[in-house]
C-alpha cells in the first residue's frame, strides 16, 4: 500500500518547456488535489478532483491543467513553464473532501529556469 | 486575502515543555480544522482536526483548541520531544472540497 505517489521527484525546465506531473493512489478515494507550496505562502490549491470524470479550479489555477485519467491518477500539466512556476508541487487524496483529512504524495521540487 | 494565518514563522521550544502553535481565521463559514505536520523533503501529514461544533479535541500528546468567538486555533504538544521538530500547517474547510493552509510555523526542539 503505496498511499500517495508523485512522480518525477525533481525537474528542471526551462522556460517555455512543457511537462506533466503524474501523481497516483492506491486508497479507493474519491478526491484528489494539486497543491503548490513556495516559501513564506503555506500550501495554495492549484486544482482538485471531486470525484471521478470532474475537475475544478483552486486558488491559483492558471498557467496549469489538469485531467483526472480514472479515480486512481490525477495529472497536472504546465504547458509553456515560467520561472513563477518555480515551486514544490504536492498531490493528495481524501474519501470525503474537505471533511476528512487528505494524504499528501511526496512532492515534486520543480525549477524553471 | 489570507483567510488561514499563522502569525509565527518560528518557534523554539525546550525538549519536555509545552510547544504552542496558534492560528486565526477570518472566515466564519470555517466549519472543520486541521493541524499537518511537514518534515523536509516529505508531504504533510496528517495530524489531528476538530469541527466547529467542539472546543478541543485530544489524541495522545497533541490537543486542539478552538475558539470561534475569536476566530483562534491553536495546538498544543506536551510534552515537547526532538522527533516533534517540523513545519506545522494549520489548515480550514467549510464544508465543501476545499482545504485553505495557514503558511506553517516551524517548531524546533531543543535539547
Known amino acids: 500500500n503505496a498511499g500517495v505517489t508523485q512522480t518525477p521527484k525533481f525537474q528542471v525546465l526551462k522556460t517555455g518547456q512543457s511537462m506533466t506531473l503524474q501523481c497516483a493512489q492506491d486508497?479507493?478515494?474519491?478526491?484528489m488535489y494539486w497543491y503548490r507550496q513556495d516559501p513564506g505562502m503555506g500550501l495554495r490549491l492549484i486544482y482538485y478532483?471531486?470525484?471521478?470524470?470532474?475537475?475544478d479550479k483552486g486558488e491559483v489555477p492558471n498557467g496549469y491543467n489538469v485531467s483526472r485519467l480514472n479515480k486512481r491518477e490525477f495529472s497536472l500539466r504546465l504547458e509553456s513553464a515560467a520561472p513563477s512556476q518555480t515551486s514544490v508541487y504536492f498531490c493528495a487524496s481524501s474519501d470525503r473532501g474537505g471533511l476528512n483529512e487528505q494524504f499528501f504524495g511526496p512532492g515534486t521540487r520543480l525549477t524553471v529556469l | 486575502d489570507q483567510q488561514v494565518k499563522q502569525n509565527s514563522p518560528s518557534l523554539s521550544v525546550q525538549e519536555g515543555r509545552i510547544s504552542i502553535l496558534n492560528c486565526d481565521y477570518t472566515n466564519s463559514m470555517f466549519d472543520y480544522f486541521l493541524w499537518y505536520k511537514k518534515y523536509p523533503a516529505e508531504g504533510p501529514t496528517f495530524l489531528i482536526s476538530i469541527s466547529s461544533i467542539k472546543d478541543k479535541n485530544e489524541d495522545g500528546r497533541f490537543t486542539v483548541f478552538l475558539n470561534k468567538s475569536a476566530k483562534h486555533l491553536s495546538l498544543h504538544i506536551v510534552p515537547s520531544q526532538p522527533g516533534d521538530s517540523a513545519v506545522y500547517f494549520c489548515?480550514?474547510?467549510?464544508?465543501?472540497?476545499?482545504?485553505?493552509f495557514g503558511q506553517g510555523t516551524r517548531l524546533t526542539i531543543n535539547p
Open positions: 478532483s471531486a470525484s471521478e470524470g470532474t475537475t
Open positions: 486508497m479507493n478515494h474519491n478526491s
Open positions: 489548515a480550514a474547510s467549510a464544508g465543501a472540497q476545499k482545504l485553505v
